[in-house]
C-alpha cells in the first residue's frame, strides 16, 4: 500500500498535442510525480494522454505512477503512457471512480469533465480548476452548490489556478480534504 495521495487530472478528450491545454496538461503530470504524488485519468486521449505523458518524462516517474480507469472493456483503448489500465465497462459511469481520488484537478473539458467534478464536489475532494475554456474556467474560484462540505473551511471552492505551480501550491490543502463520503442512507422520521 502506498501512502502516496492519488490525484486525478480531468479535462478534454481531443486535443492537438500544440494546444495550450495539452502542454498544460503534460507539465503537470511531471509536477505532480516530482512531488510524490500518482496520477490518476480516465486513460484516453487529450488532457489524460498529455498528463500521462508528462508524468512518463519525470526524473521521479516509477512504474506505476500512471493509473488509467478506462470506459470500456478493452485495456488496449489507454493511452500509450497509462502504467497500470482498469477496464471497466461502465463507460461514464466511471467517471464516479476517477473522482474519488484523493484531489481532482480539471483542464478544460465538457459535459464529461463537468459530471467528475460534480462527483468529485459531492465526495468532499479537493478540487482544483484550470481557467481554461471549458468547464474547470467555469467553476474555477466558485462554490458547486451551496452544501457546507467543510465548515471549517470558509473559502471552500473549486480553486482556480493557472500553471502547475499554483495546482502544487493548492495541493498543500489536501490535509484539510480529508473526509471521505458516507453511503447516502435514507432517514426515516418516526
Known sequence: MTDRKMIAVIGDAN??????KYILAEKL???LIDNGFQLITGGLGGVMEAASKGARNSSHYRSGDTIGII????PCEANQYVDICIPTG?????NI????ADAVIAIGGGAGTLSEMANAWALKRLIIGYRVEGWSGKLADQKIDSRKRYPEIAEDRVYG???EIEAL???KLLPMYDKRHKV?????AR
Do not use: H, M, Q
Open 184 to 188: 447516502i442512507r435514507e432517514r426515516i
Open 169 to 171: 501550491n493548492v495541493l
Open 71 to 74: 470506459p470500456g472493456n478493452d
Open 90 to 94: 461502465l463507460d461514464i459511469g466511471r
Open 161 to 163: 489556478v493557472n500553471t
Open 29 to 31: 503530470g511531471c509536477c
Open 15 to 20: 486535443l492537438p498535442e500544440n494546444s495550450e
Open 97 to 100: 471512480i476517477v473522482s474519488n
